[in-house]
Every structure is written in C-alpha cells, then in structure tokens.
C-alpha cells in the first residue's frame, strides 16, 4: 500500500517562530489532507491539498503532485498551535485515509 | 451540534472481556471509520465501511469486528480484549458529495486493557 512519511517527527519551536512541516508520499494520490491534533486529542483538517498551495491565516500548504511531497508552514507560531500535525491521503476516490506518523510541534512562550 | 460521536471516551477492561465501541455520525456521510492511535504511529486503520451494509479490513483488523447497523451507525467490537489493544480509538465518517472530500473525527475513545 501506499506510503506516507512526515518529518521531522518531533519539533521545539519559540513563540513567534516560523517552521515547514514536510510529507513524502510514494505513490499518486487523488486526495491529501493536513490535520492538526490539540492537546485534547481532537483531530481537525487544515487542508485538502491534493495539488497546487493554499493559505488559511498564518498556515500555508503546498502540494507538488509530481514530486510526491506536500509542505506545511506555519508563521509566527502561537502556543495554541501546540500538537500533533498529520499527514493523510487517499489513491482513489472513496478508500480510506491513509496517515503519517505526524510531527510533534511544540510552541514555547 | 453535527459531527461524530462516541462512546464511552474512556475505558478500563480485564484481559478477556469484551466491549463495543459506539460511533454515530448524523452528516449523511457514506463511509465510516475505525482507526488507533498509539504512541509514535499515527492513525492506523482497523475496519471501514464505504456504504451501509459493507465492510473491510484496514490495516490492523485481527481482534476486532464491526457492524455497520445503518446509515448512521458503525460499531467495533472487542471479544476478548488483550492489553495489545490498550490505544485511542477513533471513529471517522467522510463523504465526496460535492467534489470536495470533508473528513470528520470523534472525540476518541481511550480504553485500556489490564
């Protein structure tokens, strides 16, 4: 089955940093979607982003479909952006989501 | 409020009891979910079903069942649980009804097997 890898797998970030989350994914999909976990264990999506870049407020996210990587930024990060970050795709329409292992972001005061 | 629900949100079973997790969504979604989450693995799915009345193995299936009981309801089933299957679980429904795919969580279910 298809592959998906994230890194880094843990990341220290101070307040106001910036950083880039990166997903590999090692074969073409239809569907790619970023998810944040809160400390709560609550999952949310951020994007779908099967291709091509788009921005939501500090987040950005791009895709290069022929490349197989997708690319998550985060500006001036908040505390509240604390979590796991994960990566999710799909082959082909209607099959499960397929998830990274996620990063681990940590944002100090 | 919409979204996924389930049940209970945390749990503490005896090797060898069983137990069902319960999981409603009330989005019209056709696909359903079961995935765990342990410590350094991400989301690893257990069982889905695309449509009412059809499921698959994920994954991660063996000491699990599920029933898909309607539309709206998908459960997974613990026979004898194992301290292996100590982990969150988490129920999901999605849905491509208008080109978009939308994907929707619960809360998570931690149990733990002793």
Known sequence: GIQVEQSPPDLILQEGANSTLRCNFSDSVNNLQWFHQNPWGQLINLFYIPSGTKQNGRLSATTVATERYSLLYISSSQTTDSGVYFCAVERSGNTPLVFGKGTRLSVIA | ?114
């Not at chain 2, 079961?34 to 350094?40: C, H, I």
């Open chain 2, 1 to 114: 409020n919409a979204g996924v629900t389930q049940t209970p949100k945390f749990q503490v079973l005896k090797t060898g009891q069983s137990m069902t997790l319960q999981c409603a969504q009330d989005m019209n979604h056709n696909s359903m979910y079961w995935y765990r989450q342990d410590p350094g693995m991400g989301l690893r799915l257990i069982y889905y079903s695309a449509s009412e009345g059809t499921t698959d193995k994920g994954e991660v299936p063996n000491g699990y069942n599920v029933s898909r009981l309607n539309k709206r309801e998908f459960s997974l089933r613990l026979e004898s649980a194992a301290p292996s299957q100590t982990s969150v679980y988490f129920c999901a429904s999605s849905s491509w009804d208008r080109g978009v795919p939308e994907a929707f969580f619960g809360q998570g279910t931690r149990l733990t097997v002793v």
